[in-house]
């Protein structure tokens, strides 16, 4: 009998799902799209294009069953505005889209790539066609980052990822009015030594709320000699004091291993902004760059993924 890890995560067979090549305007690569669910049922990925410059904007692609039939903006949704907003000198990238039933507004955190390097710009919108910025609320360098839905307490949270070099580890950060942020917290280290997410971890999509608390899949990127490998795991935070880990996976979850996965810009690079929820409140739609280059989708489950950390503690609890 050969053993084998369990897939937490299945390929769609169509994938990559959305490449350069579908653009209805020259672009160098597509990747790291934020994913919602609008109100009518639509799928809508903002995705990360890249042009022949290097430099990145958003566009959406809309598509009813969330695998095919996109329906893709003819020009750029969002582009960097450095007139006004200096800091998107060199672009933006890697949106996450929160919805905020308080404010019946899509919120977008994203990064914004400034002269002094990447850090996290915030903005809303309610069409997708406008779009109102709040400017950056966290200096470089930061990047992966979300708005929590909900307040906590009764302000408004974000995880983000600071980089104190060479380790980078996940925060989170309190505002009362989304301009002014503080009370900042350290929710999750990166390991050290051999473990895939030694030194540097992110949040990959915003996290996803559960009768458990807030479910988080993060990346976790690995040097090694051949460069860096891009992996997922998985972890589990108290939902009124989300800076609380009460649980984390000690593998990784999902990997490159496909060619489109393994090859490309960035090689060995799978990386979510986005995630939806089906009907059934279970299946998870996960949206990820591959190698920098297109966009995958993989079908997951919340209650396995609940099941696994659960697992993985009772492991954790005999190692002990
Ligand atoms: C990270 C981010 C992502 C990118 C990844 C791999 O730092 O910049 O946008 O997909 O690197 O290149």
């Not at 919805?99 to 955190?109: H, Q, S």
């Not at 994203?110 to 710009?121: E, L, M, Q």
């Not at 503690?313 to 002990?320: E, G, L, M, P, Y």
Request: glycine share 8%.
């Amino acid at each position: 009998m050969t053993y084998r890890y369990s897939d937490l995560f299945h390929r769609n067979k169509q994938n990559p799902i959305l490449t350069a090549g579908d653009w209805p305007y020259p672009v160098n690569s597509v990747f790291n799209p934020a994913a919602v669910l609008l109100k009518d049922g639509t799928t809508l990925l903002l995705c990360r294009v890249e042009d022949r410059r290097g430099h990145s904007h958003f566009c959406a692609a809309r598509s009813a069953n969330g695998i095919d039939s996109w329906k893709i903006d003819d020009k750029p949704t969002m582009l960097a505005d450095p007139e006004h907003y200096p800091e998107e000198h060199w672009g933006i990238e890697d949106p996450r889209i929160t919805y905020v039933p308080e404010l019946n507004k899509y919120a977008i955190v994203y990064t914004a790539y400034s002269r002094d390097g990447p850090g996290v710009a915030l903005a809303f919108t309610e069409d997708f066609v406008n779009f109102e910025r709040l400017g950056v609320i966290m200096p470089p360098e930061d990047k992966d980052a979300a708005l929590l839905p909900c307040r906590i307490d009764g302000q408004w949270a974000v995880i983000h990822r600071p980089v104190s070099a060479p380790r980078a580890h996940m925060w989170i950060s309190f505002s009362p009015d989304l301009q002014n942020w503080g009370g900042h917290k350290m929710m999750m280290e990166a390991r050290r030594g051999a473990w895939w997410d030694a030194n540097k971890i992110g949040l990959s999509p915003p996290p996803i709320e559960t009768s458990q608390g807030w479910l988080v899949i993060y990346h976790g990127v690995r040097q090694t000699a051949a460069g860096c490998l891009y992996r997922l795991g998985l972890a589990l935070f108290d939902f009124d004091h989300p800076e609380i880990c009460l649980r984390r996976g000690d593998e990784w979850v999902f990997g490159p291993q496909e060619p489109y996965e393994q090859h490309g810009d960035v090689g060995n690079v799978v990386f979510p902004c986005g995630l939806t929820v089906a009907a059934d409140g279970d299946t998870v739609n996960l949206y990820y760059g591959a190698a920098d280059t297109s966009i995958a989708l993989a079908i997951g489950s919340i209650n396995s993924m609940l099941q696994w950390l659960e697992q993985q503690s009772r492991k954790q609890a005999i190692i002990a």
